[in-house]
């Protein structure tokens, strides 16, 4: 069932009959309380708003900072700096297996195909291990 009102008149009989000392005072502290509670909100809002924006912005700060950074020196400057190319790109040059058997003494170790793999290969162990007398050639 509902029960509409017909007018105002009802609403301004209702604010006169209330209408004593007791009503104002109640009427403006509850008004107080509720403006206070309604700055409150606003306040935690914009402080929630602003310290959002200084996060993203200090994760923007950090991440610029990341990207502009200078290269850290790697393992390729460390082997420049030696006078050592890093890489092909680098101009590391590779030997074939003639002038690495030629670099031992002839007989001494042969280039074996072991587990799918190429290896230097020394027939004694002991001389390999001590090391070969190279003279110049």
């Known amino acids: 069932m509902k029960n509409a009102r017909e007018s105002h008149e009802v609403d301004n ?37 602003w310290t959002g924006r200084v996060a993203c912005a200090a994760l923007l700060l950090i991440g610029a900072v990341w990207l502009l950074r200078p ?12 006078g050592i190319p890093a890489s092909p790109a680098a101009g590391i040059q590779y030997i074939s297996e003639e002038e ?12 074996a195909e ?13 001389k390999a291990e001590e090391g070969f007398a190279l003279g110049r050639q």
């Open 13 to 49: 009989l209702l604010n006169a009959v209330l209408a004593d000392d007791d009503w104002h005072a109640l009427n403006s502290s509850l008004k107080r309380e509720a403006l206070a509670t309604i700055g409150v909100a606003r306040r935690r809002r914009r402080l929630r708003l």
């Open 71 to 82: 290269p850290a020196p790697g393992p390729a400057a460390a082997a420049s700096s030696s």
């Open 100 to 111: 690495m058997l030629a670099m031992f003494p002839p007989g001494s170790c042969v280039v």
């Open 114 to 126: 072991v587990n799918g793999q190429k290896e230097l290969v020394f027939f004694d162990a002991k």
